[in-house]
């Protein structure tokens, strides 16, 4: 099938293209069965890749993940639209990075040291409450399923497009989710990452040729900036005090909610080692400069070329329409140019996919059949809502739903769960009721000023400011005021009700995992961002400053190689920022092997004999030898839930003669 406008040429390529999916389905269901053959647990094998994940997968799946449709097709409409403005999202990035820096290195540590299989298991962990459990999962779920709608409604309209409108976009969508139920149904969170690595060298090989065609097959950007400048004025000009105000909230928005979605706190679990994953983060800080900006400079030279009546979204095809008409070399280079767009959102379609089947199975599902459901049903069942998912998306994309006021509501209300992850991971007092009420209270303000359309209130900086406030106020009011007084029997039926894994209840064993520093063997790294964290805030605040609030509005600056002066200063203080954020990555984190090399060798207990020790601990019982060993593996951190993840290291296991009394200083009790 040929398209009037591109020719059979991209289809040639995308059916290779999909044909090396298919492929990479394969190969991740042959790693997959043998992790499981050889000890590790199926469900960490299917949804974390079995922690594996090296640093050439781990880099390009990040990177991949992170740029979604949007970055090719969005990037040059709003550029085409608004001008330089649309530098924005080259700085929107600093604060992405940060706040992975300030969030992951604890979570990654605990995320092995503790064997978590679920993106939520860190909140269960730290306050096993079932109404934060709740308010956690609609958080993560909504934003996450209206941004899975957005990529099955991108990829339809532009396989639509790419075939001149010979294919519907429903098939485009139905197309989608057929082929992403399946690789994800073999390979789950491998295959993921694998098709990752091919997606994105391909979305950044057709960015960075964009470098070279906006000077050779077209004028280049002295000349653009010039014309822009007389002729488009306001596409050059100082940005007025509301754009400046929207281009603050949009920083907060993007940099706060991205690096929280579930799909990345997947890789930061899933990450073979601390190093592995400080490395990705890395190519992320340069990542910008090689996708965002270049995809607004399309923007930026379509305007000097097209109406101003011409649709936003069809700038990035025209673009290349130009390129392929120039010859059989850049018909062949535009081609793989239309298939990074294919590329980008399929992506963020595919990790997205699996990172909600994973919250609904794991978090939702499980807990109603109190967490007892074996783990083949589980896959099973992971894979048949994967396809729900998918499918149901397909009538949804079609219907023409008006996307604008879901996605505005999706980024700020997923920015609401920062705070509590931050609070949760640093700080021993902060309760889950002033987590709970602080989401919920963010949430509500958010939704309140988006329906109501108020436009001089930044949303998710106001909403995230309540958040705080409620979170803070709450959480210090029960520090101080309230007392707690439960009797040894009503804590133990409380925990035979709940399941509790007993490091939640002990308050002595939590402050070994929380806390801006963590010290003996408990010691998550060597160094942590955090420890420096006056250099992470000088970092978090210098990004804004590429905003020219302190600008007059409407003004023309001088051109420097086509930018205007304050689109050069924006720029330039990025680099410093991101060269900054580099710098923390490589010197500031400075991971612990032992930490790696510990959580190799933990060992395996049964969840029954956790309970049981639990238990026996606060009614003064006997504990048997297996409740013994939960408990001084549970002392040290070296131990996994059995049916969970399996990895037996025998030799690290005591006798039973060094079993016989209870550790940690609480007296002697025979087995």
């Known amino acids: 099938m040929a398209s009037a406008g591109y020719g059979w040429g991209i289809w040639v390529i995308l059916g290779i293209y999909f044909l090396s999916l298919f ?67 080259t700085g929107a990035v600093t604060l ?24 939520l298991d860190f909140m269960w962990d730290r306050f096993h409450s ?17 941004y899975v709608l ?6 339809g309209g532009t396989i639509s497009g790419l075939s001149g409108g010979t294919i519907p976009t429903w098939a485009g969508s139905l197309f989608l989710a057929g082929l992403l139920v399946i690789y994800e149904a073999v390979g789950g969170l491998t295959a993921v990452a694998l098709t990752d690595v091919l997606q994105g060298l391909v979305l950044l090989f057709g960015s960075c040729v964009i470098f070279v065609f906006q000077g050779t097959v077209f004028e280049g950007m002295p000349h653009i900036g010039e014309v822009l400048q007389q002729t488009q004025p306001a596409k050059t000009a100082v940005p007025a005090s509301t754009a400046n105000l929207g281009w603050f909230d949009f920083i907060v928005g993007v940099g706060l909610s991205i690096p929280l979605y579930p799909h990345f706190q997947s890789r930061v679990m899933a990450a073979r080692s601390a190093g592995t994953f400080r490395g990705a983060v890395c190519c992320l800080c340069i990542s910008p400069f090689l ?81 007892k459901l074996p783990v083949k049903r589980l896959l099973w069942l992971g894979r048949a809502i994967t396809a729900s998912i998918a499918f149901g998306c397909v009538p949804i994309a079609e219907s023409n739903i008006n996307l604008t006021t879901l996605i505005k509501i999706q980024s700020a209300v997923m920015v609401q769960i920062a705070p509590t992850y931050v609070f949760a991971l640093y700080t ?41 406030f409620l979170l803070l106020f709450v959480s210090l009011l029960e520090h101080f005021l309230v007392k707690k007084a439960s009797s040894p029997e009503d804590i133990a039926a409380e925990m035979a009700e709940r399941q509790q894994d007993i490091i939640a ?28 964290w006056p250099i992470l805030v000088v970092l978090g605040i210098a990004p804004f400053f590429g905003i020219p609030f302190y600008r007059t509005s409407g003004i023309q600056d001088s051109l420097i190689g086509g930018f205007p002066l304050w689109v050069v200063t924006a720029l330039g203080l990025w680099g410093v920022v991101y060269i900054g954020l580099i710098f923390v990555a490589l010197v500031l984190w400075v991971p612990n092997p032992e930490a790696d090399k510990r959580a190799a060798s933990r060992r395996v207990i049964s969840r029954d004999d956790v309970v049981s020790a639990a238990l026996n601990r606060k009614i003064g019982g006997p504990l048997g030898y297996g409740a013994l060993r939960a408990v001084q593996a549970v002392r040290t951190g070296d131990y996994r839930i059995a049916d969970e993840m399996v990895d037996i290291d025998t030799q690290s296991l005591p006798s039973s003669s060094g079993m016989k009394t209870l550790p940690g200083g609480e007296g002697e009790q025979q087995a």
């Open 130 to 146: 079932k109404t934060l459990h709740v308010v956690m999962v609609v958080s993560l779920v909504v934003p996450t399923a209206i």
């Open 505 to 532: 209840d002990d308050p002595a064993l939590m402050k070994k995992y929380i806390g801006v520093m963590l010290t003996g063997h408990q010691l998550a790294a060597e160094r942590e961002p955090i420890h420096k």
């Open 96 to 119: 992405i990075c940060l706040t992975i820096l300030t969030y992951a290195p604890r979570l990654q540590f605990l995320s092995r040291r503790r064997g978590y299989i679920s993106i």
């Open 150 to 155: 957005a990529q099955f409604a991108s990829f």
């Open 291 to 371: 996708t965002l900006f270049p995809a607004a400079l399309v923007g930026l030279v379509m305007s000097t070329r097209l109406d101003a009546d011409t649709s936003p979204n069809s700038v990035f095809g025209l673009f290349v329409a130009e390129i392929i008409k120039k010859g059989t070399f850049t018909y062949i280079i535009g081609s793989m140019m239309l298939s990074s767009s294919v590329a980008a959102i399929m992506s963020t379609a595919d990790s997205l996919l699996i990172a909600l089947s994973h919250i609904i199975t794991v978090d939702v599902i499980n807990p109603m059949f109190s967490n």
């Open 428 to 468: 021993s007092w902060v309760r889950w009721t002033g987590a709970a009420v602080g989401v919920i209270g963010g949430i509500v303000t958010v939704v309140v000023i988006i329906v109501t359309e108020v436009t001089k209130v930044p949303t998710s900086t106001t909403g995230l400011a309540v958040n705080v």
């Open 23 to 89: 492929l990479a389905g394969h190969v991740a269901w042959r790693w997959n069965r043998k992790a499981v053959s050889d000890g590790g647990g199926a469900l960490g094998a299917h949804y974390l890749a079995n922690r594996a994940l090296g640093p050439v997968v781990l880099t390009l799946s990040t990177v991949a993940s992170l740029y979604s449709g949007y970055t090719v097709v969005g990037t040059p409409a709003e550029a085409f639209t608004t001008g330089f403005l649309a530098m924005r999202w």
